[in-house]
């Protein structure tokens, strides 16, 4: 195997790392909510483990579903995803409890499946330095983990189409983030 192929595969793995990670919450809160519903007879706990099934459940199918535009090939062999299918994966994921309001920019019609993949990875990282640094494109090769591989494969992502990525200066108010892709 050459190198290029052993960090390719090291990539990968640090990517399924932190999907592992991510859908882990979910699906133990799935796992609990069966256990405490095979032992209990009263009915409003019943009803009350259900709920907690459903959350689960929702919670799970809107990660999956970021997750796959997100990371992989969704949308299938086209090369443009709808916008609202982008707005759709991020407002599930992060919209869904309530406690975050998404102030949609992006127009409707069709984007690139690099700048969806782009957009949803942006929306994806909590921007503190060690992320920051991966989407500034200064984070060392060496220095890469499940925590920060996202970042770094969004700068990638938008330097090898020609753009960058834009982001507010720390300690702002309000977070808004970017990306400048050519054509």
């Known amino acids: 195997m050459t190198k290029d192929e052993d960090q390719a595969l090291d990539f990968a793995a640090l990517l399924c790392s932190r999907l592992c990670h991510d859908l882990l919450s979910p699906v133990g809160a799935f796992n609990n909510g069966l256990e405490l519903m095979a032992d209990e007879t009263d009915p409003e706990m019943r009803q009350r483990c259900l709920d907690l099934l459903a959350e689960s459940a929702r919670a799970s199918a809107n990660k999956l579903k970021f997750f796959r535009l997100a990371f992989g090939s969704a949308g299938g062999f086209g090369d443009m995803v709808p916008t609202d299918e982008a707005r759709q994966a991020i407002e599930g994921m992060f919209a869904a409890s309530g406690r975050v309001r998404i102030g949609w920019l992006v127009g409707p019609g069709m984007l690139a499946k690099g700048a969806v993949k782009i957009l949803l990875n942006l929306a994806l990282i909590v921007l503190d330095e060690e992320l920051r640094a991966?989407?500034?494109?200064?984070?060392?090769?060496?220095?890469?983990?499940?925590?920060?591989?996202?970042?770094?494969?969004?700068?990638?992502?938008?330097?090898?189409?020609?753009?960058?990525?834009?982001?507010?200066?720390?300690?702002?108010?309000?977070?808004?983030?970017?990306?400048?892709l050519p054509g």
Do not use: C, K, Y
Not at 145 to 157: F, G
């Open 134 to 180: 991966a989407l500034a494109g200064t984070l060392r090769e060496e220095a890469l983990s499940s925590r920060n591989a996202a970042a770094w494969m969004t700068h990638r992502l938008a330097a090898r189409a020609g753009g960058q990525i834009l982001l507010s200066p720390p300690g702002d108010p309000a977070l808004v983030f970017g990306a400048f």
